[in-house]
């Protein structure tokens, strides 16, 4: 038998080149969609999504939730990964085992072999949410890279430099898109353009993004 390596086998998928350290896998993660959904809502029950609020005294319009040891949290003093869940003071639920396996699995395919992440943050985006332009540093090794998987209605990443003085580029991301960002992309200016009203057959009005990372 042929392997179908880039064909339409579920699972098959042209690794695209984005930048220096960022790869690009389009439909990668469609075929495990039903099964991440599930596991974003089995972890949403033990930890709901809620809207953190900026140090700066903003309300985040992105709700967000997460999984692992810890998760990225932020409040009134500041952003840092976090052991408990602020909201009821227990551990956050544990790392479905079909993130861990599908984070592995994109990494691997972008070249790096034995990505374990010790924390999944899950965005929820509803029309209007947007993420400005940052970085990601709470992370303690930044040769680990970041994993990111988008689902549902599609949004305009924008993709900067490593200073805010580089003007962004768009990247459209759409259902089941999984990006691996390591190496000398891991630390660039990076946001989500306002989401814009529409409807996904599997997650109804919303857009979700994982991004998987290795925090400690
Ligand atoms: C580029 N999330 O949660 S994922 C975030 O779609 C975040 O919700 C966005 O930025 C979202 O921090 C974008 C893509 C992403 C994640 C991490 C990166 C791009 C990155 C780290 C370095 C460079
Ligand atoms: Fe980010």
Redesign the pocket.
Known sequence: MTPDLFGDTPGAFAPEPLAPG?VVLRGYAAGVAGALLAAITEVAAGAPFRQMKTPGGYTMS?A?TGCGEVC?VTDQTGYRYQAGDPLSGQPWPAMPEPFLRLAGEAAAAAGYRDFIPDAC?I?R?CPGSR?SL???RDERDFDQP?V?V?LGLP?T?Q?GGETRRVRPVNVP?SHGDV?V?GGP????????LRLKQGWHPLTGEY?Y?L?FRRAL
């Open positions: 960022a992105v967000m990225w943050l965005n985006y993420m940052h970085q990601d970041i990111s988008s949004a990443f993709f991301l990006v960002w992309a891991r630390l660039r200016y990076h946001g989500v857009r993004n991004t």
